[in-house]
């Protein structure tokens, strides 16, 4: 709820693990701290100022680091903003703040979460556990390397992981893999799909790093016109996504604002032209700012989106009154927009920007209720069966997956969830329904034995 609180929860966590050498906390919100700003490094540096101290902000697209990581990392006054990032700078003295958004904050990020083996055993074992109980028969990592691929090539060999697997490449190690002739797919195991390619266009609106076609409701700290960026520009999108399109892999990116949307349907349009194919289903993700026009280029172009449609629940009323204003924000995660026009999409929750809660992820669409208990743009919202589908055989069809998953078919694997209610019930609370039992296989993984 504050600073104060922050630091305390990070020194209590640098206590409990004297062993460890980064100190590492995840989801502080700017916005919602009583001081409306994000932590610095003098507030980390009263953590420790032995240890790499890091706050990872809840978008999961900036982190604030202590002096000490700073200094790691070479990161003085004088260290330019990487392409695609910021290096935030005290404007009265120069010196950088601790904040580091987007490509800033990646190569100290990776290094903070390289768990130990014995630790990756135990997040795996955690993350099954919570899943299954969850009702998800088939999992996704949505930004893999080659290392955290292979762990989970293993893991599901072995049956750590006993549920299915749909893993995207980041797009530095596909472009690594395409250049020295190799191909992902020897990455796979009979239960890891190794699918679309992964590409990171902006970044989060609640970070004020997402891309916009016109500049943010509430400014904040940002200069008069400021609309966020682009993570790529958009000359190497394009030359990357046709590149990865023409090798025969599908292609997603990561698109919040409508502005970095526009730049990969660009992108996309030039690999069609470049290599034409049908039914590639490259996938816009998040497709917040999605734009009428914009929907219908991606049904004329074959191009599928997944909405964050929880992000109307957890940040809706801070897209209406501070990020986007009320009528943009009314209509972010047009899913109704888009069944309009036959246009086919998923939904997802994007652990851990929000917890994994299945019936969340089920609800939001329906409902569009913020967390203040408003309801943000009625006329987006689906009904019951069309959110379910967004979750099973539509999820299915998006990873070209659906003659095997999405729905309870002879010859299709036998994996399904057993609920208390039916959720097409309209006396049913969507968010009140429990999960019995949780079967990928035919087998049972949820309850435990």
Same mark, same amino acid.
């Given at each position: 709820?504050?600073?104060?609180?922050?630091?305390a929860a990070l020194t209590k966590a640098a206590e409990a693990q004297p062993d460890s050498e980064w100190v590492i906390g995840f989801g502080y919100d700017d916005t919602m701290l009583k001081e409306k700003r994000h932590l610095t490094r003098d507030d980390l540096d009263r953590v420790s100022t032995s240890r790499p101290v890091l706050a990872s902000h809840i978008s999961a697209h900036m982190v604030v680091?202590?002096?000490?990581?700073?200094?790691?990392?070479? @990161?003085?006054?004088?260290?330019?903003?990487?392409?695609?990032?910021?290096?935030?700078?005290?404007?009265?003295? $120069?010196?950088?703040?601790?904040?580091?958004?987007?490509?800033?904050?990646?190569?100290?990020?990776?290094?903070? @979460?390289?768990?130990?083996?014995?630790?990756?055993?135990?997040?795996?074992?955690? &993350?099954?556990?919570?899943?299954? &109980?969850?009702?998800?028969?088939?999992?996704?990592?949505?930004?893999?390397?080659?290392?955290?691929?292979?762990?989970? $090539?293993?893991?599901?060999?072995?049956?750590?992981?006993?549920?299915? @697997?749909?893993?995207?490449?980041?797009?530095?190690?596909?472009?690594?893999?395409?250049?020295?002739?190799?191909?992902?797919?020897?990455?796979?195991?009979?239960?890891?799909?190794? *699918?679309?390619?992964?590409?990171?266009?902006?970044?989060?609106? =609640?970070?004020?790093? $997402?891309?916009?076609?016109?500049?943010?409701?509430?400014?904040?700290?940002?200069?008069?016109?400021?609309?966020?960026?682009?993570?790529?520009? &958009?000359?190497?999108? *394009?030359?990357?996504?046709?590149?990865?399109?023409?090798?025969?892999?599908?292609?997603?990116?990561?698109?919040?604002?409508? &502005?970095?949307?526009?730049?990969?349907?660009?992108?996309?349009?030039?690999?069609?032209?470049?290599?034409?194919?049908?039914?590639?289903?490259?996938?816009?993700?998040?497709?917040?700012?999605a734009q009428e026009d914009q929907l219908d280029r991606m049904l004329e172009l074959g191009v599928t989106p997944t909405f964050f449609s929880a992000h109307v629940y957890y940040w809706g009323d801070r897209h209406r009154d501070v990020f986007l204003g009320p009528e943009r924000a009314a209509r972010i995660s047009p899913a109704a927009s888009a069944i309009e026009r036959g246009l086919r999409f998923t939904?997802?929750?994007?652990?851990?920007?929000?917890?994994?809660?299945?019936?969340? =992820?089920?609800?939001?669409?329906?409902?569009?209720?913020?967390?203040?208990?408003?309801?943000?743009?009625?006329?987006?919202?689906?009904?019951?069966? =069309?959110?379910?589908?967004?979750?099973?055989?539509?999820?299915?069809?998006?990873?070209? !997956?659906?003659?095997?998953?999405?729905? @309870?078919?002879?010859?299709?694997?036998?994996?399904?969830?057993?609920?208390?209610?039916?959720?097409?019930?309209?006396?049913?609370? !969507?968010?009140?329904?429990?999960?019995?039992?949780?079967?990928?296989? $035919?087998?049972?993984?949820?309850?435990?034995?």
């Open positions: 709820h504050d600073v104060e609180e922050a630091v680091a202590n002096s000490v990581a700073l200094e790691r990392y070479g @990161i003085t006054a004088d260290t330019p903003d990487p392409e695609g990032g910021e290096i935030r700078k005290d404007p009265d003295t $120069g010196e950088p703040t601790g904040l580091l958004l987007e490509t800033a904050s990646r190569p100290m990020m990776l290094e903070a @979460i390289r768990f130990a083996p014995l630790d990756q055993l135990a997040v795996v074992r955690k &993350a099954v556990t919570t899943y299954a &109980a969850q009702g998800f028969t088939t999992v996704q990592n949505g930004l893999a390397d080659r290392e955290q691929l292979g762990g989970l $090539g293993l893991a599901s060999k072995v049956g750590l992981i006993p549920l299915r @697997i749909v893993a995207w490449p980041a797009d530095e190690l596909a472009l690594e893999v395409i250049d020295a002739g190799g191909t992902l797919h020897e990455l796979e195991t009979p239960r890891m799909h190794v *699918t679309a390619v992964k590409f990171v266009g902006d970044g989060s609106i =609640q970070g004020y790093t $997402g891309y916009l076609r016109e500049p943010y409701h509430d400014l904040g700290e940002h200069p008069d016109g400021y609309r966020g960026y682009p993570n790529i520009d &958009a000359a190497t999108l *394009t030359k990357q996504v046709t590149k990865v399109h023409c090798a025969g892999y599908p292609v997603a990116v990561h698109g919040n604002g409508d &502005a970095a949307i526009d730049q990969f349907l660009d992108a996309w349009e030039n690999a069609l032209g470049a290599c034409p194919r049908t039914d590639a289903r490259p996938i816009v993700v998040h497709a917040q700012m939904t997802h929750l994007d652990t851990p920007v929000v917890p994994i809660d299945s019936r969340i =992820q089920l609800w939001a669409p329906v409902a569009r209720e913020t967390s203040g208990g408003d309801v943000l743009g009625p006329e987006q919202r689906l009904t019951r069966e =069309q959110s379910l589908r967004a979750m099973t055989i539509d999820a299915a069809w998006q990873s070209h !997956l659906e003659h095997e998953l999405g729905s @309870i078919e002879v010859g299709k694997l036998a994996d399904f969830v057993v609920l208390s209610d039916n959720p097409l019930e309209e006396s049913v609370d !969507l968010r009140s329904i429990e999960i019995e039992r949780t079967v990928v296989g $035919g087998v049972t993984v949820y309850p435990p034995d």
